[in-house]
Each structure stands twice: as C-alpha cells, then as structure tokens.
C-alpha cells in the first residue's frame, strides 16, 4: 500500500463548487504539506502543518483553506473553485526535527478541472 | 533558499551515464542541495542530497564543487525509465522545510 494517498485521483467540478482534496499517510510523519503544480512548471507550495495544531501559509494560499484532522491526514479546500484553480495537485510529508534534511514523500497527486 | 539554475532539457542515450548540472552560486553554507526528479505528472520522488562531501545512493551520485557554487547529479546507467524532469534545490535543513521547485531540466533518455 502506499506511504501517501490522496482522493480523489481525479475531479472535475464547475466554478463556484465547493471542493476538498484529502491526503492521508501512514508514514507516521508530523510534517505535512499541499503542493499544486501547473502545466509545465514546477511546484508551488500552497500550506504546510508541522503537527495537528500548526498550520502555515504557504506562497500561494488564496482562494485555499486547510485542515489538519489528524497526524495523518491533511485536507485542502477550494471555497470557491474557479477556472485558474485547474492544475495537479500534491500531497507531502516529511519527519519533523531539525538534525537532517528530512525529504518529503509525495502523493500521487489528484488532477482538479474547474469548468 | 539559494535559487538554483539549471539547463531546461537535456538528452542522453541509454546505458550511458547521464550527468545533470546545477549552479547555485548564492548558496549558504548550511544550506544542502538536494535533487528530485518527477516522472510525468507523478509526485516528485527523493533521488539523493549533500551538503559538502559527494554523495552516492542505488540511484544517483552527487558531485558538488568545493565552493558549493555547483552540482552534478549522476545516473550512472541511464534506463529509459530515468526519462523524467529533474529539480535541483537548494534550501537548509530545518525551519520550514519547504521545496521551491524551479522548472528544472527534462531528461530524455534516448534507446
């Protein structure tokens, strides 16, 4: 089974919808993060939690809102989906501490369309 | 976090060693280079990281230059299935640990 799952793998949904996006993860990681990604650039980092009570801003996190449910699950929320919210978007993880670099994992990302 | 150049496509036949360059001049000293590569619209997957020494993992070898102004990712043996974007990043270890992905290089491994 994989490390980091998100639902759903795909979505299409019209502008103004209400949409979330989840992520779950069993690697048992503090640090969690959503990404979105747009055709043929890289990945822009929307919001990141350091544990079940911290939530941060991340470059792009209007229009966003997250919620950190538990250690392993991270969802995040389109209020109001509009058309240029259409892109790849990506779930992470990684362990908490400072002594090392302490990579992230991916999902494998769920394809949002807003028509 | 250091931004990072690198080139935006390259091309390498298969079974040859792919070597993929990196220039973060402005880079701090505790800061580490780390490299990631996506596979067409997979998330991104670890490949390998340093900070002054070279490193090599069972996927890549990294070669940073003694004024850590550079880097070099290494596939040893190139397979068809390393054809990916590769990003090179530069950041420090802890702090808010986030990723700032450039458009990194598109890697064609060619049969």
């Known amino acids: 089974d994989a490390d980091v799952t998100q639902t759903p793998r795909n979505r299409i949904t019209k502008t103004g919808k209400r949409i979330m996006l989840e992520c779950s993860q069993t690697?048992?990681?503090?640090?969690m993060y959503w990404y979105r990604q747009d055709p043929g650039l890289g990945l822009q980092l929307i919001y990141y939690s350091f544990d079940v009570k911290d939530i941060n801003k991340g470059e792009i996190s209007d229009g966003y809102s997250v919620s950190r449910q538990a250690q392993a699950k991270f969802s995040l929320s389109l209020e109001s989906a509009i058309p240029n919210q259409t892109a790849l978007y990506f779930c992470?993880?990684?362990?908490?501490?400072?002594?090392?670099?302490?990579?992230?994992?991916f999902g494998p990302g769920t394809r949002l369309t807003v028509l | 976090d250091a931004k990072t150049t690198q080139p935006p496509s390259m091309d390498c036949a298969e079974g040859r060693a792919a070597n993929l360059p990196c220039n973060h001049s402005?880079?701090?000293?505790?800061?580490?280079v780390y490299w990631y590569r996506q596979i067409h619209s997979q998330g991104p997957q670890y490949i390998i990281h340093g900070l002054k020494n070279n490193e090599t993992n069972e996927m890549a070898s990294l070669i940073i230059t003694e004024d850590r102004k550079s880097s070099t990712l290494i596939l040893p043996h190139a397979t068809l299935r390393d054809t990916a974007v590769y990003y090179c990043?530069?950041?420090?270890?802890?702090?808010?640990?986030?990723?700032?992905f450039g458009q990194g290089t598109r890697l064609t491994i060619n049969p």
């Open positions: 402005t880079i701090s000293g505790n800061e580490y």
């Open positions: 990043i530069v950041r420090v270890a802890g702090g808010a640990q986030k990723l700032v």
């Open positions: 690697k048992g990681h503090d640090r």
């Open positions: 992470a993880t990684s362990e908490s501490g400072t002594g090392g670099p302490n990579e992230q994992f």
